[in-house]
């Protein structure tokens, strides 16, 4: 009885070693399945960070870009209107001198020097007529001793000077303060340095 009693424990023992074997080799296959599972969950997750954390930036640098041009844009204008504002200043500073010039004395001896002037350049015509602002129609006299044989009538000018037209040829020679003031103020915006750069 001892015998089989040995036989039994040591079928026993074979029994539990093989299904020990057993145990630890799913043991391994569950570890195994356990380390692929979390390796790959672990990959997918960071591909969703990565993939959250581009479109995060993506996004703030679309808002960024945003920001800094509508930034741009409104210095752009601010820019602009300062200078439109300085330009108006300065030419109504110079508009209001070349009014007070009119008033002065050496204004009739500068009417005389533009009329004598066109005719020493040759640009004499007869039948010829000078637009004079209505105030100074009391230099007909004056303009018409200057320039030769023309009549003298009240024009469309605002500053002073004086414009030549010949009835025939429709030929006009234009003297006037307002044409210089605007031919320097084209010049002026061409040539000032106030030039603003997109």
Not at 99 to 108: D, G, R
């Amino acid at each position: 009885m001892e015998e089989n009693q040995e036989v039994f424990l040591s079928m026993k023992n074979e029994i539990e070693k093989q299904s020990q074997r057993e145990v630890d080799a799913i043991m391994a296959e569950v570890k195994k399945m356990e380390e692929e599972a979390y390796s790959s969950m672990r990959a997918e997750a960071k591909k969703d960070a990565d993939l959250r954390l581009k479109q995060e930036l993506d996004e703030m640098q679309s808002e960024s870009a945003a920001e800094i041009s509508e930034s741009h844009v409104e210095r752009q204008k601010k820019l602009i209107n300062k200078r439109d504002e300085y330009v108006a200043t300065i030419f109504k500073n110079a508009r209001e001198e070349l009014v007070a010039f009119t008033k002065t004395p050496e204004y009739k001896e500068f009417m005389v020097n533009k009329a004598k002037k066109l005719l020493l350049a040759g640009d004499y015509m007869p039948h010829s007529v000078i637009y004079v602002k209505e105030e100074d129609l009391g230099l007909a006299d004056d303009l018409k001793a200057a320039y030769g044989d023309a009549e003298v009538k009240a024009g469309d000018i605002t500053i002073g000077g004086l414009i030549v037209e010949n009835t025939e040829s429709s030929i006009v020679h234009d003297e006037t303060l307002e044409f210089a003031l605007k031919n320097q103020k084209e010049w002026f915006n061409q040539h000032s340095g106030l030039i603003i750069n997109k």
